[in-house]
Nanobody
Framework: QVQLVESGGGLVQAGGSLRLSCAAS????????MGWFRQAPGKEREFVAT????????YYADSVKGRFTISRDNAKNTVFLQMNSLKSEYTAVYYC????????????????WGQGTQVTVSS
């Protein structure tokens, strides 16, 4: 079992930066792939980024490539999402997710989810 708690969301101006954190509890964190997803009002939840349990493999949505960086610290059971050059269209609730396997880019492949953290980018 893995429990996830996101933090770091907030209000930021376009062009600014935020760093999201996801603290995980449970012994399987270090062997789990982790992902970030987001859901804007009235839209489907969409993939943002994922990272393998070693940190050696990462994938990003095309819309955030070059702007976002996913990383993890297995010693602290935490995964991060560094978001730079933010755009207003990135406004959404950002969710952290864990998967007891390799990386994946679709939400139905993840077994555990956090409660989400709101990111609002003002233009």
């Amino acid at each position: 079992q893995v429990q996830l708690v996101e933090s770091g969301g907030g209000l930021v101006q376009a062009g600014g930066s935020l760093r999201l954190s996801c603290a995980a509890s449970g012994r399987t964190f270090s062997s789990s792939a982790m992902g970030w997803f987001r859901q804007a009002p009235g839209k489907e939840r969409e993939f943002v980024a994922t990272i393998s349990w070693t940190g050696g493999t990462t994938y990003y949505a095309d819309s955030v490539k070059g702007r976002f960086t996913i990383s993890r610290d297995n010693a602290k059971n935490t995964v991060f999402l560094q978001m730079n050059s933010l755009k207003s269209e990135y406004t959404a609730v950002y969710y952290c997710a864990a998967r007891r396997s390799t990386v994946a880019t679709t939400s139905d492949r993840y077994h555990y989810w956090g409660q989400g953290t709101q990111v609002t980018v003002s233009s």
